[in-house]
Protein backbone atom coordinates (compact mmCIF):
# COMPACT_ATOMS: atom_id res chain seq x y z
CA UNK A 1 0.00 0.00 0.00
CA UNK A 2 1.13 3.49 -0.76
CA UNK A 3 2.24 6.10 2.31
CA UNK A 4 -0.51 8.22 1.46
CA UNK A 5 -3.87 6.09 0.08
CA UNK A 6 -7.46 7.24 -0.75
CA UNK A 7 -10.03 5.00 -1.61
CA UNK A 8 -13.54 6.27 -3.53
CA UNK A 9 -13.47 8.78 -0.48
CA UNK A 10 -16.54 11.12 -0.78
CA UNK A 11 -17.43 13.96 1.28
CA UNK A 12 -20.63 15.43 1.81
CA UNK A 13 -21.78 18.79 4.25
CA UNK A 14 -24.81 19.35 5.57
CA UNK A 15 -25.54 22.80 6.87
CA UNK A 16 -29.27 22.25 7.86
CA UNK A 17 -31.55 21.40 4.97
CA UNK A 18 -28.74 21.73 2.27
CA UNK A 19 -26.16 19.10 1.13
CA UNK A 20 -23.05 19.59 -0.53
CA UNK A 21 -21.35 17.43 -2.42
CA UNK A 22 -17.89 18.71 -1.37
CA UNK A 23 -15.68 15.28 -3.26
CA UNK A 24 -17.60 12.33 -4.71
CA UNK A 25 -14.71 9.54 -5.42
CA UNK A 26 -11.77 10.64 -4.90
CA UNK A 27 -9.02 8.05 -5.30
CA UNK A 28 -5.46 8.42 -5.57
CA UNK A 29 -2.41 7.03 -4.04
CA UNK A 30 0.79 8.85 -2.66
CA UNK A 31 4.25 7.60 -2.57
CA UNK A 32 6.83 8.03 0.50
CA UNK A 33 8.84 10.56 -0.35
CA UNK A 34 6.93 12.15 -3.57
CA UNK A 35 5.95 15.78 -3.83
CA UNK A 36 2.06 15.42 -5.07
CA UNK A 37 0.14 18.58 -6.50
CA UNK A 38 -3.90 18.71 -6.76
CA UNK A 39 -5.31 21.49 -8.83
CA UNK A 40 -8.50 22.24 -10.04
CA UNK A 41 -11.45 24.97 -10.67
CA UNK A 42 -11.70 26.51 -8.09
CA UNK A 43 -14.51 25.16 -5.17
CA UNK A 44 -14.01 22.16 -6.13
CA UNK A 45 -12.92 20.55 -3.27
CA UNK A 46 -8.91 20.49 -2.88
CA UNK A 47 -8.59 22.25 0.20
CA UNK A 48 -11.38 18.71 1.77
CA UNK A 49 -8.43 17.18 0.66
CA UNK A 50 -6.19 17.90 2.64
CA UNK A 51 -8.54 18.26 6.00
CA UNK A 52 -9.39 14.56 4.99
CA UNK A 53 -6.14 13.29 4.50
CA UNK A 54 -4.82 14.69 8.03
CA UNK A 55 -8.21 13.65 9.95
CA UNK A 56 -9.05 17.12 10.30
CA UNK A 57 -12.56 15.79 8.81
CA UNK A 58 -14.10 12.38 8.66
CA UNK A 59 -15.34 11.19 5.28
CA UNK A 60 -18.64 10.87 4.36
CA UNK A 61 -17.17 7.99 2.15
CA UNK A 62 -14.42 5.91 1.58
CA UNK A 63 -11.40 5.00 2.85
CA UNK A 64 -8.46 6.74 4.08
CA UNK A 65 -4.71 5.17 5.16
CA UNK A 66 -1.83 6.99 5.68
CA UNK A 67 1.48 4.85 7.07
CA UNK A 68 -1.04 1.72 6.47
CA UNK A 69 -3.30 2.65 8.97
CA UNK A 70 -6.66 4.44 8.84
CA UNK A 71 -7.19 7.42 9.62
CA UNK A 72 -10.02 8.02 11.76
CA UNK A 73 -9.12 11.09 14.09
CA UNK A 74 -6.47 13.83 13.47
CA UNK A 75 -3.05 12.05 12.75
CA UNK A 76 -0.15 13.43 14.57
CA UNK A 77 3.01 15.52 14.02
CA UNK A 78 1.94 16.72 9.68
CA UNK A 79 3.64 19.86 8.99
CA UNK A 80 0.71 22.46 7.45
CA UNK A 81 1.32 25.86 5.66
CA UNK A 82 -2.07 27.46 4.79
CA UNK A 83 -2.07 30.58 2.40
CA UNK A 84 -2.72 32.58 5.70
CA UNK A 85 0.61 32.58 7.14
CA UNK A 86 -1.68 32.24 10.87
CA UNK A 87 1.92 32.82 12.87
CA UNK A 88 1.31 33.97 16.42
CA UNK A 89 1.49 37.40 16.83
CA UNK A 90 2.89 37.69 20.80
CA UNK A 91 5.75 35.42 19.32
CA UNK A 92 8.82 35.90 17.97
CA UNK A 93 9.87 34.59 14.30
CA UNK A 94 11.96 31.89 16.17
CA UNK A 95 9.26 30.69 18.91
CA UNK A 96 6.57 30.71 16.08
CA UNK A 97 9.01 27.91 14.42
CA UNK A 98 9.63 26.65 17.61
CA UNK A 99 5.99 25.73 18.10
CA UNK A 100 5.95 22.43 17.08
CA UNK A 101 9.04 21.44 19.26
CA UNK A 102 6.88 21.94 22.01
CA UNK A 103 3.60 19.79 21.14
CA UNK A 104 4.91 16.96 18.78
CA UNK A 105 6.56 13.78 20.89
CA UNK A 106 9.57 13.30 21.01
CA UNK A 107 10.35 17.12 21.39
CA UNK A 108 8.14 17.71 23.59
CA UNK A 109 9.74 16.36 26.57
CA UNK A 110 13.11 16.77 25.01
CA UNK A 111 12.17 20.55 24.66
CA UNK A 112 13.00 22.17 27.78
CA UNK A 113 15.98 20.66 28.58
CA UNK A 114 17.58 21.51 25.01
CA UNK A 115 16.25 24.35 23.62
CA UNK A 116 19.87 25.57 22.96
CA UNK A 117 20.25 22.90 20.55
CA UNK A 118 16.36 23.43 18.97
CA UNK A 119 16.83 26.82 18.46
CA UNK A 120 19.99 25.96 16.28
CA UNK A 121 17.87 23.82 14.32
CA UNK A 122 15.45 26.55 13.80
CA UNK A 123 18.23 29.23 13.25
CA UNK A 124 19.71 26.80 10.59
CA UNK A 125 16.38 26.27 9.17
CA UNK A 126 15.84 29.94 8.77
CA UNK A 127 18.97 30.64 7.53
CA UNK A 128 18.39 28.23 4.52
CA UNK A 129 14.96 30.95 3.90
CA UNK A 130 17.11 33.91 4.22
CA UNK A 131 15.93 35.21 7.64
CA UNK A 132 18.44 34.73 10.26
CA UNK A 133 18.46 38.26 10.80
CA UNK A 134 14.74 38.24 11.77
CA UNK A 135 14.73 35.48 14.02
CA UNK A 136 13.84 38.05 17.32
CA UNK A 137 11.58 39.90 15.24
CA UNK A 138 7.72 39.83 15.65
CA UNK A 139 5.90 37.87 12.56
CA UNK A 140 4.08 41.45 12.06
CA UNK A 141 7.51 43.31 11.74
CA UNK A 142 7.82 40.48 8.80
CA UNK A 143 6.77 41.34 5.07
CA UNK A 144 4.08 39.09 3.59
CA UNK A 145 6.57 36.86 1.87
CA UNK A 146 9.00 36.81 4.82
CA UNK A 147 5.54 35.56 6.95
CA UNK A 148 5.30 32.76 4.51
CA UNK A 149 8.67 31.90 4.62
CA UNK A 150 8.57 31.56 8.42
CA UNK A 151 5.12 29.76 7.99
CA UNK A 152 7.29 26.84 5.84
CA UNK A 153 9.98 26.98 8.23
CA UNK A 154 7.63 26.52 10.92
CA UNK A 155 5.67 23.27 8.76
CA UNK A 156 8.79 21.55 8.10
CA UNK A 157 10.90 22.29 12.03
CA UNK A 158 10.03 18.91 13.09
CA UNK A 159 10.69 17.02 9.79
CA UNK A 160 7.10 15.66 9.04
CA UNK A 161 6.76 12.43 7.27
CA UNK A 162 3.97 14.21 5.78
CA UNK A 163 3.42 17.95 5.00
CA UNK A 164 -0.01 19.59 3.51
CA UNK A 165 0.58 23.15 1.97
CA UNK A 166 -2.77 24.66 0.92
CA UNK A 167 -1.89 27.45 -1.57
CA UNK A 168 0.94 28.84 0.47
CA UNK A 169 2.11 30.92 -2.29
CA UNK A 170 -1.08 32.58 -2.85
CA UNK A 171 -1.29 35.56 -1.82
CA UNK A 172 2.32 36.86 -2.39
CA UNK A 173 3.49 38.95 -5.10
CA UNK A 174 4.37 36.76 -8.40
CA UNK A 175 8.32 37.55 -7.63
CA UNK A 176 8.41 36.06 -3.96
CA UNK A 177 6.24 33.27 -5.21
CA UNK A 178 8.75 32.48 -8.04
CA UNK A 179 11.66 33.03 -5.39
CA UNK A 180 10.00 30.96 -2.77
CA UNK A 181 9.02 27.89 -5.78
CA UNK A 182 12.65 27.64 -5.28
CA UNK A 183 13.30 28.10 -1.66
CA UNK A 184 10.66 25.14 -1.17
CA UNK A 185 12.08 22.97 -4.01
CA UNK A 186 15.39 23.22 -2.13
CA UNK A 187 14.30 21.93 1.33
CA UNK A 188 12.13 19.04 -0.24
CA UNK A 189 15.15 17.84 -2.21
CA UNK A 190 17.16 17.80 0.90
CA UNK A 191 14.80 16.05 3.14
CA UNK A 192 12.50 14.30 0.82
CA UNK A 193 9.29 14.96 2.68
CA UNK A 194 6.32 13.23 1.24
CA UNK A 195 4.35 16.47 0.39
CA UNK A 196 0.79 17.59 -1.02
CA UNK A 197 0.28 20.92 -2.65
CA UNK A 198 -2.81 22.49 -3.33
CA UNK A 199 -2.90 25.50 -5.77
CA UNK A 200 -4.36 27.12 -8.62
CA UNK A 201 -1.58 28.05 -10.06
CA UNK A 202 -0.47 25.45 -12.85
CA UNK A 203 2.81 26.69 -13.07
CA UNK A 204 3.61 25.99 -9.67
CA UNK A 205 2.56 22.72 -9.45
CA UNK A 206 4.76 22.07 -12.10
CA UNK A 207 7.27 23.27 -10.90
CA UNK A 208 7.58 21.67 -7.82
CA UNK A 209 5.57 18.63 -7.97
CA UNK A 210 6.18 14.78 -9.33
CA UNK A 211 3.04 14.00 -10.27
CA UNK A 212 0.30 16.55 -10.77
CA UNK A 213 -3.56 15.24 -10.25
CA UNK A 214 -6.12 17.56 -11.25
CA UNK A 215 -9.65 17.50 -10.25
CA UNK A 216 -13.39 18.00 -12.05
CA UNK A 217 -15.74 20.24 -11.09
CA UNK A 218 -17.80 20.20 -7.72
CA UNK A 219 -18.50 17.45 -6.57
CA UNK A 220 -14.49 16.71 -6.93
CA UNK A 221 -13.13 13.72 -8.79
CA UNK A 222 -9.57 13.23 -10.27
CA UNK A 223 -9.56 13.31 -13.68
CA UNK A 224 -6.31 13.37 -14.44
CA UNK A 225 -3.01 11.97 -13.02
CA UNK A 226 0.18 13.71 -14.86
CA UNK A 227 3.73 12.30 -13.94
CA UNK A 228 5.79 15.51 -14.27
CA UNK A 229 8.89 13.95 -15.58
CA UNK A 230 11.07 17.13 -16.31
CA UNK A 231 14.61 17.32 -14.40
CA UNK A 232 15.71 18.60 -11.11
CA UNK A 233 16.74 21.26 -9.73
CA UNK A 234 14.13 23.02 -12.04
CA UNK A 235 14.50 26.45 -12.35
CA UNK A 236 12.75 29.64 -13.29
CA UNK A 237 14.45 29.19 -16.60
CA UNK A 238 12.91 25.53 -17.24
CA UNK A 239 9.56 27.30 -17.14
CA UNK A 240 10.02 28.73 -20.60
CA UNK A 241 11.27 25.38 -22.13
CA UNK A 242 8.64 23.65 -24.35
CA UNK A 243 8.41 20.40 -22.68
CA UNK A 244 7.59 22.92 -19.38
CA UNK A 245 5.01 24.76 -21.52
CA UNK A 246 3.32 21.92 -23.16
CA UNK A 247 2.61 20.35 -19.84
CA UNK A 248 1.36 23.80 -18.03
CA UNK A 249 -0.79 23.71 -21.55
CA UNK A 250 -2.18 19.97 -21.52
CA UNK A 251 -3.53 20.76 -17.99
CA UNK A 252 -5.24 23.81 -18.44
CA UNK A 253 -6.88 21.98 -21.63
CA UNK A 254 -8.27 19.71 -19.01
CA UNK A 255 -8.96 22.45 -16.00
CA UNK A 256 -10.89 24.74 -18.78
CA UNK A 257 -13.23 21.26 -20.18
CA UNK A 258 -14.05 21.12 -16.49
CA UNK A 259 -15.04 25.14 -16.48
CA UNK A 260 -17.18 24.72 -19.76
CA UNK A 261 -19.05 21.33 -18.73
CA UNK B 1 10.25 74.43 18.15
CA UNK B 2 9.35 71.80 15.67
CA UNK B 3 5.67 71.56 14.41
CA UNK B 4 5.32 68.13 15.55
CA UNK B 5 6.88 68.54 18.99
CA UNK B 6 4.18 71.35 19.18
CA UNK B 7 1.47 68.96 18.12
CA UNK B 8 2.55 66.21 20.91
CA UNK B 9 2.48 68.76 23.26
CA UNK B 10 -1.02 69.97 22.64
CA UNK B 11 -2.41 66.66 22.10
CA UNK B 12 -0.71 66.06 25.83
CA UNK B 13 -2.76 69.12 27.09
CA UNK B 14 -6.08 68.84 25.76
CA UNK B 15 -7.67 66.73 27.93
CA UNK B 16 -6.96 69.43 30.84
CA UNK B 17 -7.39 72.09 28.98
CA UNK B 18 -11.49 70.38 28.09
CA UNK B 19 -11.86 69.83 31.42
CA UNK B 20 -10.46 73.88 32.47
CA UNK B 21 -13.50 75.00 29.67
CA UNK B 22 -16.21 72.78 31.34
CA UNK B 23 -15.46 73.80 34.88
CA UNK B 24 -14.92 77.31 33.61
CA UNK B 25 -18.83 77.48 31.56
CA UNK B 26 -19.87 75.83 34.82
CA UNK B 27 -18.65 78.53 37.19
CA UNK B 28 -19.27 80.88 34.42
CA UNK B 29 -23.57 79.63 34.51
CA UNK B 30 -23.59 79.51 37.76
CA UNK B 31 -22.37 83.31 38.62
CA UNK B 32 -24.56 84.01 35.58
CA UNK B 33 -27.95 82.71 36.84
CA UNK B 34 -27.07 83.16 40.16
CA UNK B 35 -27.74 79.56 41.73
CA UNK B 36 -28.05 78.86 44.40
CA UNK B 37 -25.05 76.58 46.23
CA UNK B 38 -27.91 74.02 47.55
CA UNK B 39 -29.36 73.73 43.90
CA UNK B 40 -25.63 73.29 42.17
CA UNK B 41 -22.19 74.89 43.77
CA UNK B 42 -19.85 76.82 41.91
CA UNK B 43 -17.07 74.46 41.11
CA UNK B 44 -14.55 76.82 43.04
CA UNK B 45 -16.37 76.27 46.06
CA UNK B 46 -16.39 72.67 45.41
CA UNK B 47 -12.26 72.59 44.99
CA UNK B 48 -12.31 74.68 48.54
CA UNK B 49 -14.68 72.77 50.24
CA UNK B 50 -12.43 69.66 48.76
CA UNK B 51 -8.93 71.12 50.32
CA UNK B 52 -11.16 72.09 53.35
CA UNK B 53 -12.16 68.54 53.80
CA UNK B 54 -9.05 66.40 52.59
CA UNK B 55 -8.45 64.57 55.44
CA UNK B 56 -12.56 62.97 55.70
CA UNK B 57 -12.52 62.75 52.06
CA UNK B 58 -9.32 60.06 51.63
CA UNK B 59 -10.34 58.50 54.32
CA UNK B 60 -13.44 57.57 52.74
CA UNK B 61 -11.94 57.01 49.46
CA UNK B 62 -9.88 54.47 50.52
CA UNK B 63 -12.61 52.77 51.86
CA UNK B 64 -13.95 52.69 48.45
CA UNK B 65 -11.09 52.55 46.81
CA UNK B 66 -10.33 49.25 48.43
CA UNK B 67 -13.67 47.80 48.64
CA UNK B 68 -13.83 48.48 44.68
CA UNK B 69 -10.36 46.96 44.11
CA UNK B 70 -11.26 43.91 45.99
CA UNK B 71 -14.32 43.30 44.12
CA UNK B 72 -12.41 44.08 41.10
CA UNK B 73 -9.96 41.72 41.49
CA UNK B 74 -12.23 38.29 41.99
CA UNK B 75 -14.30 39.78 39.16
CA UNK B 76 -11.13 39.36 37.21
CA UNK B 77 -10.45 36.10 38.45
CA UNK B 78 -14.11 34.52 38.29
CA UNK B 79 -14.39 35.91 34.95
CA UNK B 80 -11.41 34.82 33.57
CA UNK B 81 -12.15 30.99 34.52
CA UNK B 82 -15.52 31.63 33.77
CA UNK B 83 -14.86 33.45 30.18
CA UNK B 84 -12.15 30.74 29.71
CA UNK B 85 -14.72 27.87 30.04
CA UNK B 86 -17.49 29.36 28.35
CA UNK B 87 -14.98 30.12 25.18
CA UNK B 88 -13.40 26.78 24.74
CA UNK B 89 -16.42 24.71 25.65
CA UNK B 90 -20.01 24.65 23.16
CA UNK B 91 -21.64 22.67 26.05
CA UNK B 92 -20.93 24.80 29.24
CA UNK B 93 -21.27 27.75 26.52
CA UNK B 94 -24.71 26.98 25.37
CA UNK B 95 -26.09 26.48 29.35
CA UNK B 96 -24.41 29.30 30.94
CA UNK B 97 -24.78 32.29 28.82
CA UNK B 98 -28.43 32.65 28.69
CA UNK B 99 -27.97 32.49 32.50
CA UNK B 100 -25.42 35.09 32.52
CA UNK B 101 -27.04 37.43 30.66
CA UNK B 102 -30.47 36.86 32.69
CA UNK B 103 -28.21 37.66 35.78
CA UNK B 104 -26.52 41.21 33.85
CA UNK B 105 -29.70 42.29 33.34
CA UNK B 106 -30.88 42.48 36.73
CA UNK B 107 -30.24 46.18 38.35
CA UNK B 108 -27.26 45.47 40.44
CA UNK B 109 -28.88 47.98 43.32
CA UNK B 110 -31.76 45.71 44.01
CA UNK B 111 -29.11 43.26 44.79
CA UNK B 112 -27.53 45.46 47.74
CA UNK B 113 -30.86 45.42 50.17
CA UNK B 114 -30.43 41.78 49.73
CA UNK B 115 -26.84 41.38 50.29
CA UNK B 116 -27.60 43.69 53.20
CA UNK B 117 -29.94 40.68 54.82
CA UNK B 118 -27.10 37.71 54.40
CA UNK B 119 -24.24 39.62 55.26
CA UNK B 120 -25.31 42.58 56.87
CA UNK B 121 -23.87 46.28 56.52
CA UNK B 122 -20.32 47.31 55.77
CA UNK B 123 -17.63 46.68 53.42
CA UNK B 124 -19.03 42.89 51.96
CA UNK B 125 -22.05 44.34 50.32
CA UNK B 126 -19.85 47.16 48.51
CA UNK B 127 -17.14 44.34 47.20
CA UNK B 128 -20.20 41.89 46.07
CA UNK B 129 -21.92 44.64 44.23
CA UNK B 130 -18.43 45.69 42.67
CA UNK B 131 -17.88 42.16 42.03
CA UNK B 132 -20.71 41.13 40.21
CA UNK B 133 -21.43 44.10 38.29
CA UNK B 134 -17.73 44.19 37.05
CA UNK B 135 -17.79 40.30 36.30
CA UNK B 136 -19.88 40.71 33.01
CA UNK B 137 -17.82 42.37 30.61
CA UNK B 138 -14.66 40.34 31.84
CA UNK B 139 -16.21 37.30 31.06
CA UNK B 140 -17.77 37.83 27.65
CA UNK B 141 -14.40 39.38 26.34
CA UNK B 142 -12.43 36.24 27.32
CA UNK B 143 -14.67 34.13 25.88
CA UNK B 144 -15.22 35.99 22.66
CA UNK B 145 -11.21 35.93 22.77
CA UNK B 146 -11.27 32.46 22.84
CA UNK B 147 -14.03 32.27 20.45
CA UNK B 148 -13.01 33.91 17.25
CA UNK B 149 -9.13 31.95 17.07
CA UNK B 150 -8.53 31.60 13.23
CA UNK B 151 -9.85 27.47 12.52
CA UNK B 152 -6.34 27.32 10.33
CA UNK B 153 -4.12 28.01 13.75
CA UNK B 154 -6.24 25.36 15.04
CA UNK B 155 -5.64 23.06 12.08
CA UNK B 156 -1.89 23.60 12.34
CA UNK B 157 -2.04 22.89 16.12
CA UNK B 158 -4.44 19.56 15.61
CA UNK B 159 -2.52 18.21 12.94
CA UNK B 160 0.68 18.45 14.96
CA UNK B 161 -0.66 16.57 17.36
CA UNK B 162 -1.82 19.07 20.11
CA UNK B 163 -4.19 17.84 23.10
CA UNK B 164 -7.29 20.58 23.50
CA UNK B 165 -5.61 21.55 26.43
CA UNK B 166 -3.05 22.49 24.59
CA UNK B 167 -4.27 24.36 22.10
CA UNK B 168 -6.13 26.28 25.16
CA UNK B 169 -2.85 27.23 26.31
CA UNK B 170 -0.70 27.84 23.50
CA UNK B 171 -3.36 29.74 21.58
CA UNK B 172 -6.76 30.08 23.06
CA UNK B 173 -5.09 31.96 26.71
CA UNK B 174 -2.76 33.82 24.81
CA UNK B 175 -5.24 35.07 22.47
CA UNK B 176 -7.84 35.93 24.63
CA UNK B 177 -4.96 38.52 26.91
CA UNK B 178 -6.10 41.46 24.82
CA UNK B 179 -9.76 40.78 25.13
CA UNK B 180 -9.18 40.68 29.06
CA UNK B 181 -7.05 44.17 29.14
CA UNK B 182 -9.87 45.74 27.26
CA UNK B 183 -12.44 44.67 29.04
CA UNK B 184 -10.64 45.68 32.37
CA UNK B 185 -10.71 49.13 31.86
CA UNK B 186 -15.03 48.68 30.96
CA UNK B 187 -14.76 46.82 34.33
CA UNK B 188 -13.07 49.05 36.85
CA UNK B 189 -15.58 51.70 36.24
CA UNK B 190 -18.20 49.10 36.06
CA UNK B 191 -16.55 48.70 39.73
CA UNK B 192 -16.53 51.76 41.19
CA UNK B 193 -20.48 52.59 40.36
CA UNK B 194 -21.03 48.46 42.15
CA UNK B 195 -19.13 50.06 45.41
CA UNK B 196 -20.66 53.73 45.11
CA UNK B 197 -24.32 52.00 44.91
CA UNK B 198 -24.28 49.62 47.81
CA UNK B 199 -22.64 52.42 50.06
CA UNK B 200 -25.48 54.75 49.05
CA UNK B 201 -28.72 52.33 49.23
CA UNK B 202 -27.21 51.21 52.63
CA UNK B 203 -23.94 51.31 54.15
CA UNK B 204 -22.18 53.00 56.68
CA UNK B 205 -18.28 53.63 54.80
CA UNK B 206 -17.36 54.75 51.60
CA UNK B 207 -17.51 58.19 49.66
CA UNK B 208 -21.24 56.88 48.39
CA UNK B 209 -22.14 57.21 52.12
CA UNK B 210 -20.23 60.44 52.81
CA UNK B 211 -22.32 61.57 49.80
CA UNK B 212 -25.64 60.83 50.97
CA UNK B 213 -25.25 62.04 54.59
CA UNK B 214 -24.33 65.04 53.54
CA UNK B 215 -26.90 65.52 50.93
CA UNK B 216 -29.00 64.68 53.81
CA UNK B 217 -27.67 67.85 55.76
CA UNK B 218 -28.06 70.06 52.32
CA UNK B 219 -24.68 69.70 52.52
CA UNK B 220 -24.15 69.95 48.25
CA UNK B 221 -20.62 71.21 47.84
CA UNK B 222 -19.71 67.97 50.19
CA UNK B 223 -21.84 65.91 47.50
CA UNK B 224 -19.73 67.17 44.50
CA UNK B 225 -16.58 67.12 46.12
CA UNK B 226 -16.82 63.44 46.73
CA UNK B 227 -18.78 63.01 42.80
CA UNK B 228 -15.34 64.87 41.87
CA UNK B 229 -13.59 62.17 44.05
CA UNK B 230 -15.36 59.11 42.72
CA UNK B 231 -14.07 60.47 39.11
CA UNK B 232 -10.48 61.29 39.87
CA UNK B 233 -9.96 57.54 41.45
CA UNK B 234 -12.18 56.17 38.13
CA UNK B 235 -9.72 57.79 35.66
CA UNK B 236 -6.80 56.81 37.75
CA UNK B 237 -8.05 53.15 38.03
CA UNK B 238 -8.71 53.49 34.53
CA UNK B 239 -5.54 54.77 33.33
CA UNK B 240 -3.87 52.02 35.13
CA UNK B 241 -5.74 49.56 33.05
CA UNK B 242 -4.71 50.81 30.11
CA UNK B 243 -0.84 51.09 31.52
CA UNK B 244 -0.79 47.65 32.36
CA UNK B 245 -2.94 46.87 29.08
CA UNK B 246 0.16 47.82 27.08
CA UNK B 247 3.03 46.31 29.07
CA UNK B 248 1.82 42.61 28.64
CA UNK B 249 0.20 43.06 25.48
CA UNK B 250 2.34 44.92 23.22
CA UNK B 251 1.78 42.84 20.35
CA UNK B 252 -1.55 43.82 19.78
CA UNK B 253 -0.14 47.49 19.66
CA UNK B 254 1.53 46.39 16.66
CA UNK B 255 1.19 49.58 14.71
CA UNK B 256 2.18 52.10 17.83
CA UNK B 257 5.40 49.85 18.54
CA UNK B 258 6.51 49.92 14.83
CA UNK B 259 6.48 53.51 14.21
Known amino acids: MAFVDLRAVSLTYRLGKDTTHALADATLSIERGEFVAVVGPSGCGKSTIMKLVTGLLPPSGGEIHVRGARVERPIKGVGMAFQNPTLMPWRTTLDNILLPMEVVEPHKRRFRSHRAEYEARAMKLLQTVGLTDFAKRYPWQLSGGMQQRSNLCRALIHEPELLMLDEPFGALDAFTREELWGVMQALWLEKRFTTVLVTHDLREAVYLADTVHVMSRRPGRIVLTRKIDLPRPRTLASTFEPRFVDIVHELRERIHQEHAA | ?259
Open chain 2, 1 to 259: MSADLRREILRLAMPWIAVAVLLGLWELACTAFDLPEILLPRPSKVFIVFVQRFDILIEFCLQTLWTTVIGFLLAIAGGLLLGLAIGASPFVYSGLYPLLIAFNAVPKVALVPILMIWVGVGATPAVVTAFVISFFPIVVNVATGLATIEPEMRDVLRSLGASNAEILTKVGIPRAMPYLFASLKVAITLAFIGSVISETVGGNRGIGFLMLSAGARNDTPTTFAGLFAIAIMGVAMYALCALVEKRMTRWAFRGQIVS
